[in-house]
């Protein structure tokens, strides 16, 4: 059973500007907000603040793709990618404890509120530390990676996402991820099928679309 207390690494990213929540936004007036939100039949506490996305609730992307999620391995090892203050990763840390959750993103509030939210929730399976993408993932035996991507952040940017997690995953690992139809679910879905060979729709609703792809090889 794995078990460590989180912390943030601190790692090299690409100099972004700070208007975005998918940049660092390390110089934002604070607007901290307290509430409580239940993903998976469990109430989570957050804070989040200006500069993250979606502050006030957990977005209905989101929440559609926690609750569609089945791990590949309740024990094995799962990275969240664009965690901002922490939904997708708590809730999964929180739903299987015997797993280690990573979390990663590139804007420094939101990695600070992630690993606020984790100690506050007790959940000591979960690291959370800065990455561009993948520039700061170093291992390569995830047996699932989990992604709302940034689509403001453009194509390429969602796209690295999705190539660059099959090298990073174990075989029979899954790519999950969610994204809207409208924002670019069919190009992500072709270019999913392109670097696995396969891709399914686990779930939609409401224009949403739960994209899975399995490391097969």
Same mark, same amino acid.
């Given at each position: 059973?794995? @078990?460590?207390?989180?912390? !943030?690494? @601190?790692?090299?990213?690409?100099?972004?500007?700070n208007k975005h929540y998918y940049t660092k936004n390390s110089d934002l007036d604070h607007n901290r907000k307290t509430? =409580?939100?239940?993903? @998976?039949?469990a109430s989570i506490k957050f804070i989040s603040d200006a500069g993250v996305f979606s502050k006030t609730t957990v977005?209905?992307? +989101?929440? %559609?793709?926690?609750?569609?999620?089945?791990?590949?391995?309740?024990?094995?090892?799962? %990275?969240?990618?664009?965690?901002?203050?922490?939904?997708?990763?708590?809730?999964?840390?929180? +739903?299987?404890?015997?797993?280690?959750? &990573?979390? !990663? *993103?590139?804007? *420094?509030?939101?990695?600070e509120l992630s690993a606020e939210n984790a100690a506050n929730n007790g959940l000591a399976n979960v690291r959370v530390?800065? +990455?561009?993408?993948?520039?700061?993932? /170093? *291992?390569? &035996?995830? /047996?699932? !990676?989990?992604?709302?991507?940034?689509?403001?952040?453009?194509?390429? !940017?969602?796209?690295?996402?999705?190539?660059? +997690?099959?090298?990073?995953?174990? /075989?029979?690992?899954?790519?999950?991820?969610?994204?809207?139809?409208?924002?670019?679910?069919?190009?992500?879905?072709?270019?999913?099928?392109?670097?696995?060979? =396969?891709?399914?729709?686990?779930?939609? *609703?409401?224009?949403?679309?739960?994209?899975?792809?399995?490391?097969?090889?």
């Amino acid at each position: 059973m794995w @078990r460590s207390s989180f912390s !943030i690494h @601190r790692k090299a990213v690409e100099n972004v500007s700070n208007k975005h929540y998918y940049t660092k936004n390390s110089d934002l007036d604070h607007n901290r907000k307290t509430w =409580n939100f239940e993903l @998976r039949g469990a109430s989570i506490k957050f804070i989040s603040d200006a500069g993250v996305f979606s502050k006030t609730t957990v977005d209905f992307g +989101s929440r %559609l793709l926690i609750e569609s999620f089945e791990a590949s391995n309740p024990s094995g090892k799962m %990275l969240d990618v664009g965690c901002g203050y922490g939904p997708i990763g708590l809730a999964f840390a929180k +739903s299987y404890p015997e797993a280690q959750v &990573d979390m !990663i *993103d590139v804007n *420094d509030r939101a990695l600070e509120l992630s690993a606020e939210n984790a100690a506050n929730n007790g959940l000591a399976n979960v690291r959370v530390f800065e +990455s561009s993408v993948y520039a700061g993932v /170093t *291992d390569r &035996d995830y /047996t699932d !990676i989990i992604s709302n991507p940034p689509i403001r952040a453009g194509k390429k !940017i969602v796209h690295e996402i999705l190539t660059g +997690s099959f090298e990073r995953l174990e /075989t029979g690992g899954s790519l999950w991820i969610v994204i809207q139809k409208k924002q670019g679910g069919p190009s992500a879905a072709a270019k999913m099928e392109e670097v696995f060979g =396969n891709v399914g729709v686990v779930a939609k *609703d409401k224009g949403y679309f739960i994209y899975r792809s399995m490391k097969e090889v």
